[in-house]
């Protein structure tokens, strides 16, 4: 055995003593809404259906860990091994990205405790039973993912098998992604003549994939940003640079192709309407693709200052494109009749809260497990040798 | 369910709008026969009131409502009354969205819920082209409602709950061709407007609507697609097993190439 040390830490900073706060309001108000209903909690009503907790939690959580499969298959499947020493980091923000979108899903569902029925009872015609299924067996084989991980610690006698079933684990945990990626927006179909045309596309299914792949290096540039004041692991400029790369390209397909799609659809006059919608698509456009592919092209992007812009912009981007697909864009519809909806301060507590319970966790992760590995952290990664980036 | 009278049979309803003398037997039939929850305060409420709310006076206790409007006729104001529920469309988007078969489209016409199915996740009600489903936000078990097209007595061979009661020959119930066969014989002999608003709308309902004035006038959605809804994602579903074992095959090819003769990453 190496030398004695705790077994378990868990450093107790200001910051994690705000989210544990968040987590704990959250928590309270999901006893409330579980008690009381939805109808208590949330200003959702029967023109919005749909709100802040499908947006945030569920079509931006997913969206934002696109990083994960995304590195799974750069690092593993191309192996593009100079990538590796982010590639465990990356898997677990997106395991915990997943984290909350499941537990988003149980409290924002009407009979959470029903979630099981689309195992049993299958509506195989619904875009959302393939969600359902793909984002319930991609968390199961996120956690064996990690578990591969945990086992260097814990349940040692589970790692072997864990590790002779990582080909497998990967293949289908980067399969599946891909499919409810695209299908996320294929729900979109169903709401045709409701969704503003600048959004609705038979497009649609590839642009919420490419869009979730080339948000996914933007986030572990910004993750790896944050993460390093909490855990001292600096990731080499090189490393993001090279990600950032790979996301530009695809941004730059997404982008041409998203405006291509406007004109064959013959709506790209409607992008300069001027009305609310509008203006908030060319936001969308601006920010989160036109401003980071200048950024990229006019060679920005090489110091660590311009590769967190891109990452902020693109983040951005994406979470408004996701917003304005299941609000901005469904308004005119929805509002015509005099409809409205506007988050009430317990939906946004709760989301806080499950993004604090998801820090939390990554933090304690980071900490106990060899996630991070590099030289950096050798005293405590007893098995680091094998990180070192190449 | 279905007996000798409505085997192999499709059933549907017409509403002639200019007949309608917004009486509102037919809502409370559908009360009486669904059992359906009332509120003294609602009872308060007209016709004109409902067709203000967004709902058009649906609520999860309120499957059917008349709604009023004064449309515009030969240069007058004139009165019309609505009878708003569920349009039973042949091949439902509620159906093709609900991922746990909590609906359901019976062979003599009725698209029922059945809440022991439903996971509650509300895709159905952003479906709908015609926002008729309602949820119960107000209970910790909540539920979607919507009518039923009183799928137990059509299935015995009997009218709507709503249609038996209607006094004026407003409603107008039978085998689908029938009822548009009637549908077109009013129009022709009333000289309405020659749309039967329900025959393509959303690719077909089994509630048709026949009017002397606009429907866009009477918040009909005039502009919804005439395909039918499930048809936008049939192909996509149909694709999807064969595009994730295609590309999970090209993964696993591309795995064993480029891990050949190297160390395999943890």
Redesign the interface.
């Given at each position: 055995m190496e030398t004695v040390r705790k077994r378990w830490t868990f450093k107790m900073t200001p910051v994690r003593g705000i989210f544990i706060l968040v987590a704990l309001c959250a928590l309270a108000i999901i006893v409330v809404r579980?008690?009381?209903?939805?109808?208590?909690t949330t200003n959702?009503?029967?023109?919005w259906?749909?709100g802040f907790w499908i947006s945030f939690d569920v079509l931006i959580g997913v969206a934002l860990a696109g990083g994960g499969y995304g590195v799974a298959?750069i690092?593993?499947?191309?192996?593009r091994?100079k990538f590796?020493p982010i590639?465990r980091s990356a898997m677990l923000t997106s395991l915990l990205g997943y984290v909350i979108v499941v537990l988003g899903l149980l409290i924002?569902?009407?009979?959470?405790f029903?979630?099981y029925?689309?195992f049993i009872?299958?509506?195989?015609?619904?875009?959302?039973?393939?969600?359902?299924w793909c984002i319930s067996m991609y968390t199961l084989i996120q956690v064996l993912e990690f578990g591969?991980?945990a086992t260097e610690k814990v349940f040692k006698g589970a790692h072997k098998l864990l590790?002779r079933i990582?080909?497998v684990l990967?293949?289908?945990g980067?399969?599946l992604p891909?499919?409810h990626q695209s299908?996320l927006g294929?729900?979109y179909?169903?709401?045709?003549?409701?969704l503003d045309p600048l959004w609705w596309s038979p497009l649609l299914?590839p642009f919420f994939l490419v869009s979730s792949f080339f948000v996914g290096p933007a986030m572990i540039v910004l993750e790896t940003a944050l993460a390093q004041k909490a855990t001292n692991h600096v990731v080499p400029v090189p490393i993001l640079k090279g990600l950032v790369k790979i996301s530009a390209v695809a941004m730059l397909i997404y982008f041409i192709a998203k405006i291509g799609d406007l004109f064959v659809a013959g709506e790209i006059g409607n992008a300069f309407a001027g009305t609310f919608a509008s203006n908030m698509f060319l936001l969308e456009l601006g920010i989160g693709c036109a401003v980071p592919l200048l950024l990229f092209f006019a060679g920005a992007c090489a110091k660590r200052g311009g590769l967190i812009l891109y990452g902020l912009c693109a983040v951005a981007g994406v979470v408004m494109n996701r917003f304005n697909v299941v609000l901005t864009g469904?308004g005119e519809y929805l509002n015509r009749?005099?409809?409205q909806y506007f988050p009430s301060w317990m939906e946004f507590v709760v989301s806080a809260g499950l993004v604090s319970i998801a820090c939390l966790i990554y933090l304690f992760a980071v900490e106990n497990f060899n996630i991070t590995g590099g030289p950096k952290h050798e005293e405590n990664a007893p098995q680091s040798g094998?990180f070192a980036a190449e | 369910m279905a007996n000798e009278l409505t085997a192999g049979k499709t059933f549907g309803a017409l509403v002639d709008i200019p007949r309608c003398i917004g009486c509102e037997s037919c809502s409370v039939a559908c009360k009486l026969y669904n059992g359906l929850d009332w509120e003294a305060e609602r009872k308060q409420l007209t016709p004109a009131d409902r067709a203000?709310?967004?709902?058009?006076g649906l609520w999860p206790e309120d499957w059917t409502s008349i709604t009023q409007y004064n449309p515009e006729k030969d240069g007058e104001r004139t009165l019309r009354f609505v009878k708003n529920q569920c349009f039973h469309c042949d091949d439902p988007?509620c159906?093709?969205?609900?991922?746990?078969?909590?609906f359901q489209k019976m062979p003599e016409g009725p698209v029922i819920y059945d809440?022991?199915?439903?996971?509650?996740?509300?895709?159905c009600?952003?479906?709908c082209?015609f926002?008729i489903i309602?949820?119960?936000?107000?209970?910790?078990?909540?539920?979607c409602r919507k009518c039923q097209m009183c799928a137990p007595r059509v299935a015995q061979g009997e009218a709507p709950a709503c249609v038996s009661v209607c006094p004026t020959g407003a409603l107008f119930y039978g085998e689908k061709d029938q009822v548009l066969e009637e549908a077109k014989r009013r129009i022709a002999e009333n000289g309405y407007i020659d749309h039967v608003f329900g025959e393509r709308e959303a690719g077909g309902t089994s509630w048709f609507y026949i009017s002397d004035v606009p429907f866009a006038a009477m918040?009909f959605r005039t502009?919804?697609?005439t395909r039918a809804?499930?048809s936008?994602?049939?192909s996509?579903?149909a694709a999807?097993p064969v595009?994730?074992i295609g590309?999970?095959a090209v993964?696993?090819g591309?795995?064993i190439y480029?891990?050949k003769g190297?160390d395999?990453?943890?």
């Open positions: 579980l008690i009381l209903g939805l109808g208590a959702l009503n029967d023109q259906p749909w298959l690092v593993y499947v191309l192996r091994d590796y590639a924002e569902v009407g009979q959470w029903n979630f029925e689309p009872s299958w509506g195989h015609h619904s875009v959302l039973f393939e969600v359902f591969e991980i590790k990582m080909p990967l293949v289908v980067i399969t891909t499919l299908s294929g729900l179909y169903e709401m045709i003549g409701k299914p469904m009749a005099g409809g094998k | 203000a709310e967004a709902n058009k988007a159906v093709s969205a609900c991922f746990s078969k909590a809440q022991s199915l439903c996971v509650g996740c509300r895709y009600m952003l479906a082209p926002d309602k949820y119960e936000w107000g209970k910790a078990i909540p539920g918040r502009d919804v697609t809804l499930p936008y994602t049939k996509y579903m999807t595009v994730g590309w999970a993964l696993a591309l795995y480029n891990n190297k395999h990453l943890d």
